[in-house]
C-alpha cells in the first residue's frame, strides 16, 4: 500500500466551481501536510502548507486536514482557467528533516 | 522569494554520453535533493544530501550518481544515459532546521531530459 494515495483524475470543471481535490494516506505519523501547483513542463509550486488537523485559508484556496480519518483535501473557491494545473498533495512526520511523501497529482482542467 | 535553479530547462543527449545537470539554491537549506517525475509513476526520489559532500541513495539510484561540493550546488550524473532515463529531472531543496510551523520542500523549474 502506498503512503499516499491520490486520485489521478482527470477532473474538468467550468469556470466559477468549486474544486474539491483530495489525498488519503495511511501513516498517522504525518503531522505536516502540503499542496503544490504544477503547470506543465514545470516545477511543482508550494501553494499551500498546514500543520495537524484543521483548516487554513488563503484567498481562493483552502487547505482541510481530519488527521482522524487520514484524509486531507484543498479546494478552490471560485475557479479560474488559470487554475488549470496538476496539484500535488505531500506530507511529512516532522519539523525538519528530509523525508516527503509525496501522491501522484490530480490533473485539473477549468474549462471557461 | 525562495529559489531553486536548474541551469538546464530541455537537453537531448545520446545514448552513452555522461550527463550533468546542476542545480543551486539560495535558501542556505541544508537539505538538496534529486527526483524524477515520470505519467502516472508521480515522483520518485534518486538521491538526497542532508549535508556538503553527504549523499543518501533514494528510491531509484541506479545509473545515477550526485555531488555536493558546496552547500548551494548538488549536482546529478548520468554516468552513461540511457533512453529508459528519458524524464523531467527536479532539484528540491528543505531546511534542516526546526520550523515551528512545519517542514516544506521546494522545488525547481525542472529539467527536460531526452536521450536518444
Known amino acids: 500500500q502506498k503512503e499516499v494515495e491520490q486520485d489521478p483524475g482527470p477532473l474538468s470543471v467550468p469556470e466559477g466551481a468549486i474544486v474539491s481535490l483530495n489525498c488519503t494516506y495511511s501513516?498517522?505519523?504525518?503531522?505536516?501536510f502540503m499542496w503544490y501547483r504544477q503547470y506543465s513542463r514545470k516545477g511543482p509550486e508550494l501553494l499551500m502548507y498546514t500543520y495537524s488537523s484543521g483548516n487554513k485559508e488563503d484567498g481562493r484556496f483552502t487547505a482541510q486536514v481530519d488527521k482522524s480519518s487520514k484524509y486531507i483535501s484543498l479546494f478552490i473557491r471560485d475557479s479560474q482557467p488559470s487554475d488549470s494545473a496538476t496539484y500535488l498533495c505531500?506530507?511529512?512526520?516532522?519539523?525538519?528533516?528530509?523525508?516527503?511523501?509525496f501522491g501522484t497529482g490530480t490533473s485539473l482542467t477549468v474549462i471557461p | 522569494d525562495v529559489k531553486v535553479t536548474q541551469s538546464s530547462r530541455y537537453l537531448v543527449k545520446r545514448t552513452g554520453e555522461k550527463v550533468f545537470l546542476e542545480c543551486v539554491q539560495d535558501m542556505d537549506h541544508e537539505n538538496m535533493f534529486w527526483y524524477r517525475q515520470d505519467p502516472g509513476l508521480g515522483l520518485r526520489l534518486i538521491y538526497f544530501?542532508?549535508?556538503?559532500?553527504?549523499?543518501e541513495k533514494g528510491d531509484i539510484p541506479e545509473g545515477y550518481s550526485v555531488s555536493r561540493e558546496k552547500k548551494e550546488r548538488f549536482s546529478l550524473i548520468l554516468e552513461s544515459a540511457s533512453t529508459n532515463q528519458t524524464s523531467m529531472y527536479l532539484c528540491a531543496s528543505s531546511t534542516g532546521r526546526p520550523r515551528t510551523l512545519g517542514n516544506t520542500i521546494y522545488f525547481g523549474e525542472g529539467s527536460w531530459l531526452t536521450v536518444v
Open positions: 501513516n498517522s505519523a504525518f503531522q505536516y
Open positions: 505531500a506530507m511529512s512526520r516532522y519539523n525538519t528533516g528530509n523525508q516527503f511523501y
Open positions: 544530501s542532508y549535508d556538503v559532500k553527504m549523499k
